[in-house]
């Protein structure tokens, strides 16, 4: 099967690739795998608290490439956008702007359930304080 | 509704008369679904059904002894050399029993296929997997795992006593899943309402993803170690 010019460009040279403190209450981790192609991604965003709004977004994906270009791709939907409006990218997006055809289509899902669940992550810090000692 | 196709086979493999004598076992219900017309003896078409097929009961913790010793008396009744002299239309249904026999015994005495197939005939998609189905500190460790495979792949030695210390830990898994899957079969099978079974088939379906996941990880493993001469 022929991968599309963009999900290549994404997978010859994957953007925002590396990762983010963890612990940093600022930063949002979300880890997802899929069972079926043994993938795993892990994407974070790091989100202005005063703003709401991702100032950088980083992944690591082990998988296919198009598993590894939809990846790439969030991350640079992800920035600059507030996390409001980063909940509402849709897998289909990323199904568009990569041409992905329809066997890999759960690679888009799994990079929108990666999105989700940084938020949520980001999100639970949010609503706990950081314990005192980390200052 | 017993609709006959070219040959006069009734259509939908299901077969009350048989096709030679017209026996009709029907108004005996005790007698079983048979490969055999109990009459005349003669080979009907076969049921493709597996359960059915080995005439055992719709049992994930199947006796695999009686299982086997099924799986050889068959294999002698329907040996395709008995046929040689019998008509086109036995020698055929031999064929295609001898190849449901063959078939149905793999599927049936491995554990995880014989789940695979009882999930797949009653209506699970088993392509259909989310992420939701495996654990968040087994994706960590499987991060970990994948981070010191790339270490691997570029050449670092260095990530060999943490790749083989995984591949244990890994297997191990692989050891506590086949004891849970075990549990649930026992479950399913002390079960006798249709939503009971659902639901236990469900959580089976989910165990299932798990170690397919855990299983490849190992073979990942260890096709790199041998690759790189660890």
């Known amino acids: 099967m022929a991968y599309s010019d963009k999900v290549l460009d994404h997978y010859n040279n994957p953007r925002n690739v590396g990762s983010l403190d963890k612990k940093d ?57 507030t996390v409001e409006e980063a909940l509402a990218i849709k897998n289909t997006e990323l199904v568009n702007e990569l041409s992905l055809p329809p066997v890999k289509i759960h690679c888009s899902v799994l990079a929108e359930d990666a999105i989700k669940a940084a938020i949520q992550d980001y999100k639970a810090k949010a609503e706990t304080p950081a314990p005192a000692a980390t200052a | 509704m017993n609709e006959l196709n070219i040959l006069g086979e009734p259509a939908g493999g299901e077969h009350h008369h048989c096709w030679r004598c017209g026996h009709d076992p029907a108004p005996e219900p005790a007698e079983p679904l048979s490969l055999f017309c109990q009459f ?34 068959l294999s002698r009744l329907l040996h395709p050399d008995r046929y040689t002299r019998a008509a086109e239309r036995e020698r055929k249904y031999s064929l295609e029993a001898t190849a449901i026999l063959n078939d149905g015994y793999r599927v049936l005495r491995d554990p995880v296929e014989r789940a695979e197939y009882v999930l797949k005939e009653a209506g699970f998609d088993l392509g259909e997997q989310r992420s939701r189905d495996v654990p968040p500190e087994l994706l960590e460790e499987v991060f970990e795992l994948n981070m010191a495979l790339d270490e691997l792949k570029s050449g670092d030695q260095s990530a060999v006593p943490q790749l083989v210390e995984s591949r244990a ?21 002390h079960s006798e309402a249709r939503e009971a079974r659902h639901t236990i088939l469900e959580q089976i379906r989910k165990i299932l993803n798990r170690r397919r996941y855990i299983r490849n990880l190992v073979s990942e493993v260890d096709r790199q170690l041998t690759a790189h001469g660890a």
Do not use: W
């Not at chain 1, 991702?54 to 939907?77: H, N, Q, R, V, Y």
């Not at chain 2, 003669?42 to 086997?68: C, G, H, K, M, S």
């Open chain 2, 169 to 189: 830990s890994f297997q191990q898994m692989l050891g506590e899943i086949d004891g849970e899957l075990a549990g649930q079969f026992r479950r399913h099978d």
């Open chain 2, 40 to 73: 005349c003896n003669t080979l009907q078409p076969p049921v493709p059904d597996y359960y059915a097929f080995f005439n055992l009961p719709r049992e994930l913790a199947l006796d695999l002894a009686e299982l086997q010793r099924k799986f050889y008396a």
């Open chain 1, 25 to 81: 209450p600022s930063v949002g981790t979300g880890l997802v795998g899929a069972p079926e192609c043994g993938d795993v991604m892990k994407l974070q965003i790091k989100v202005n608290a005063d703003t709401g709004i991702i100032e950088d977004a980083k992944f690591k994906t082990f998988g296919c490439g198009s598993a590894i270009a939809s990846s790439s791709l969030a991350t640079e939907m992800l920035k600059g956008k």
